[in-house]
């Protein structure tokens, strides 16, 4: 199963070497796999990042499927 | 901390008296409220001599407490027709705080008039100042430093706020002095500047902090604050990126505010996003810098100052909600352009929130093409010479619309919508309709809660939560980006308020005193003449279909009215 990661500012550390800068990054996923589970995979912490797919949040049960655009991104407020 | 200054325009004199006993355990936004509605006719005209200013630091200003030097500052709002508050950091509520000053009130009128009032702690003065008539509010703070010394406090208002523009906002001065941490919201620069008060001169050399009434318990308390704020991921991505972080989450999501609310993702969000922002400030050195403190005791740190390609500073701070509505709204995807926007509208004393709304009508009316900084700068002059077009413009939003005959007019209650689309962010969304402040971001923002911000469910219960927490933070004077890390210790919170002042304090209490700012806001606008009509979102969000989330807003009118009685 391929799906899009992007990972913004401080979780571009979490993405694959050599992946510039809020690039679309393709991944080959083995089986089924939720985005609790892929936040461990990745060793991000789930406390504090904002985890979109498809440009919803989403809970961390959500199961991903084929061609799901994943970001990861701070969560902070604006002001 | 119980004096109050009553600084009146009309007869020239300033009076102190004692807090009344129902004053006593309120602060910011809470006692602004408060005074504005035992004091002000809700029918009075905003610009007019019956309607107040009232300056007042939090209940927890002046202390040790790191991120307590919010300033609220309230009045009836010319934007609105309602009651208003808006905050900001800087020096000016830590200042007015140590010199045991609960709030200032600022009543009559002056016209034709320019007056600065100095507040030291033998009084407050009122002097004549004609020479600073019409001036920018970086000039205007440069002749006032150079008069009362550098490390005065100060509280100005631009050329716009003494044209009256409901646009027109309240600058206060930061750490190294610089005119720049606005109460933008609201149209209160226009009230001030209206009396003929062109600025506020606090000194307070030698003046201590504030003590607690209970050292031991205070101490153990804050040093609790301290190491949850320090512990939250959010506070250190604050200071890597600032607020700018959120052009990013907001195009993700899909309601970054586009091209005047027509779309919610920006092509040109990746040039004005805080990977740009902060790669800019480091490659170019000089003035810049990533990360930067408003206030005196800052754990966050969100503030930045943005240089120029030669390294000479051009604003600071450069934050979301003006990349949001000075860029993406605009079409602009020029951060060095959005940066010299927002320091001429930090010059003018216009709010940048209010300002690109406004713009961004008079582009889709075609006055101008999206995308054009230059023609972005030609309306900033506009606004600044006080031609007609200048003068609709600093009207805000509402009014360009109506002048122009736009439909799409992102405004709530007459104010201008923050960077946030409702239709991707449906709780901010209910927040927006039904929050007395009007479209207002600080009034209760929604974009960290654990729901699906496209679905309508849920989202007037998520509102409601943030904006009595908004509330209460409002009214200790505290920052609201320690929110994430406080929200889920009301008991320290309330501790530390028991602490300092030697009351019974819980965690209730606090929440109580947060709906009791609502409420009390909403009594103020129900005597203006609101109504639930009053509480609702422009048609086109219901109608149109924002087409990056394919969404409306769909929270059922019901569940916007079922805030009214909570």
């Known amino acids: ?79 | 901390m119980r004096t109050i200054y009553r600084l009146n325009l009309t007869t020239g004199e300033a009076t102190k008296e004692e807090a009344p006993p129902r004053y006593v355990k309120l602060g910011g936004r809470a006692l602004t409220a408060a005074v504005l509605l035992d004091e002000v006719d809700p029918a009075a005209h905003p610009l007019g001599p019956k309607n107040k200013i009232v300056i007042a630091p939090g209940l927890l200003g002046g202390t040790t407490v790191p991120n307590s030097g919010r300033l609220s500052v309230g009045g009836k709002s010319p934007l609105t027709g309602g009651i208003k508050e808006s905050n900001a950091g800087g020096t000016a509520a830590d200042r007015l705080a140590r010199l045991g000053i609960k709030a200032l009130i600022i009543e009559g009128q002056a016209p034709g008039k320019t007056y600065t009032a100095r507040v030291t702690q033998e009084g407050v003065e009122f002097i004549p100042a004609p020479q600073l008539a019409g001036k920018g509010n970086y000039e205007t703070a440069g002749l006032l430093r150079n008069r009362y010394g550098p490390r005065a406090s100060l509280i100005t208002v631009g050329p716009a706020g003494e044209r009256g523009y409901a646009a027109a906002g309240i600058a206060v001065t930061d750490l190294e002095g610089r005119p720049s941490r606005m109460c933008g919201r609201g149209g209160l620069g226009a009230v001030l500047g209206k009396k003929g008060l062109k600025a506020l001169v606090i000194e307070a050399p030698g003046a201590p902090l504030r003590s607690p009434a209970r050292k031991d318990h205070f101490q153990e308390t804050l040093q609790k604050y301290r190491e949850i704020i320090l512990a939250n991921p959010a506070t250190a991505s604050y200071a890597d990126y600032g607020t700018a972080a959120m052009v990013d989450v907001m195009n993700e999501i899909g309601g970054l505010p586009t091209r005047n609310f027509s779309r919610g993702r920006f092509a040109g969000a990746g040039r004005i996003n805080a990977a740009r922002l902060r790669e800019n400030i480091l490659s170019r050195g000089g003035a810049g810098k990533p990360t930067h403190p408003c206030m005196a005791n800052c754990l966050v740190k969100c503030s930045n100052v943005y240089p120029d390609e030669t390294g000479k500073e051009l604003v600071s701070p450069l934050e979301y909600e003006t990349i949001g509505l000075l860029g993406a709204n605009l079409g602009i995807a020029d951060l060095d352009a959005i940066a010299a926007l927002n320091h001429r509208c930090n010059d003018l004393g216009i709010d940048t929130i209010e300002t690109g709304g406004a713009l961004g009508v008079a582009m889709e009316a075609g006055l101008a093409p999206f995308g054009d900084a230059d023609a972005a700068f030609f309306l900033l002059d506009e606004i600044a010479g006080g031609t007609v077009l200048g003068r609709v413009l600093g009207q805000g939003a509402m009014v360009t619309g109506r002048v122009f005959g736009v439909t799409r007019v992102a405004a709530v209650k007459g104010q201008g919508l923050p960077a946030y689309d409702p239709r991707a962010l449906k709780g901010v969304g209910v927040t927006y309709a039904t929050s007395p402040q009007g479209a207002d971001h600080t009034a209760g923002q929604t974009v960290r809660a654990k729901v699906d911000h496209r679905r309508p469910e849920g989202q007037a219960d998520v509102s409601w939560n943030a904006q009595v927490n908004f509330a209460v933070f409002d009214a200790l004077g505290l920052c609201m980006f320690v929110i994430p890390s406080l929200v889920a210790h009301p008991e320290v919170l309330a501790d530390l308020v028991a602490y300092f002042h030697g009351w019974d304090f819980t965690a209730e209490d606090l929440r109580e005193l947060g709906r009791q700012v609502i409420r009390t806001e909403r009594e103020f606008n129900a005597q203006a003449g609101f109504t639930r009509a009053h509480n609702r979102l422009p048609e086109f969000f219901r109608e149109e279909i924002l087409p990056d989330t394919q969404t409306v807003f769909d929270v059922p009118e019901e569940e916007l009215d079922s805030l009214e009685v909570r």
């Open chain 1, 1 to 79: 199963m391929k799906i899009y990661a992007r990972f913004y500012l401080h979780l571009q550390k979490y993405a694959p070497a050599g992946k510039a800068a809020e690039e679309e990054i393709p991944l080959e996923i083995p089986g089924v796999i939720t985005v609790a589970g892929f936040l461990r995979f990745l060793g991000i912490s789930a406390g504090d990042t904002a985890v979109l797919v498809n440009g919803r949040s989403v809970e961390g049960d959500y199961v991903l499927a084929e061609g799901d655009r994943v970001a990861f991104l701070p969560l902070l407020e604006g002001g």
